[in-house]
């Protein structure tokens, strides 16, 4: 609905606005509809696309903790202080990375977590790619996590957090429910372990999904701390999948 607006509003603007503006009126009136298509790209909580859980609507102090990009290195210290803490989380696992961590992948879904589809490939030309690729490169991860665990995941979450229309035509076209987030903590980027503490606990809010990396050291590092933290201001914290009241698995 929204990009339909949008694509009026331009062609509007185009043919209307702009040859009444100054020379310089076609320029402006292609780079504002072109701006709001890339920020609508990198902000997958405008809904403007395609409608995503970034949050969910609730007073109550839940918050839910996701973890992206695994099977890897540190899923495993993660899934330790999750299961000493009796704390659940989902984890978004790309396709590629199941191979040779299968008993990690099945530890996820044995201790009580879930799994969620962020694409086999995580291909870096993904968002390039038409919707009919990335149906199959989304297909490729599912049958990954299907033969190992026996579970087909519903729920997908945009490689580098990324949407735009061809992608959007292929989460609807295979009916999953893509899943944002609205807490980024950037441990893929922050290198002090108290500065990303407190971007994390600084922005804690009731129905608030923190995206985190189970293949950064840093993450596996702090996840006691953070948890011991966000406790301490008195949220709970709960499985993605309960907390937005949808069903993880086909
Ligand atoms: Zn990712």
Redesign the pocket.
């Known amino acids: 609905m929204k990009y339909r607006v949008f694509f009026i509003a331009s062609i509007v603007l185009i043919i209307v606005i702009a040859p009444r503006l100054p020379w310089y009126g076609y320029l402006l009136c292609l780079l504002v509809p072109l701006s709001v298509l890339f920020f609508a790209c990198i902000n997958l909580s405008w809904n403007f696309f395609i409608p995503a859980h970034c949050k969910a609507e609730t007073t109550e102090k839940v918050v839910a903790l996701s973890f992206?990009?695994g099977p890897d290195l540190c899923t495993d210290d993660i899934l330790d202080t999750l299961k000493q803490n009796d704390v659940p989380a989902s984890f978004f696992c790309i396709g590629k990375h199941i191979a040779g961590n299968e008993k990690t992948l099945q530890r996820i879904k044995d201790e009580g977590h879930i799994i969620g589809n962020?694409s086999y490939s995580?291909a870096f030309w993904f968002d390039m790619w038409g919707p009919q690729k990335m149906m199959a490169d989304m297909r490729l991860m599912n049958k990954g996590v299907m033969t190992v665990t026996g579970l087909t995941p519903a729920l997908f979450r945009p490689?580098?957090g990324v949407i735009n229309p061809a992608l959007a035509s292929a989460i609807k076209w295979e009916k999953y429910i893509p899943i944002g987030w609205n807490i980024r903590s950037f441990d893929t980027r922050i290198k002090d372990k108290q500065k990303l503490l407190s971007r994390i606990t600084g922005q804690l809010k009731p129905g608030s999904i923190i995206l985190l990396h189970d293949s950064m050291a840093i993450t596996a590092a702090i996840l006691p701390e953070l948890i011991k933290q966000i406790k301490t201001k008195e949220y709970k914290i709960v499985r993605l999948d309960k907390m937005l009241n949808i069903n993880a698995y086909v």
């Open positions: 992206d990009d962020h995580h490689p580098y």
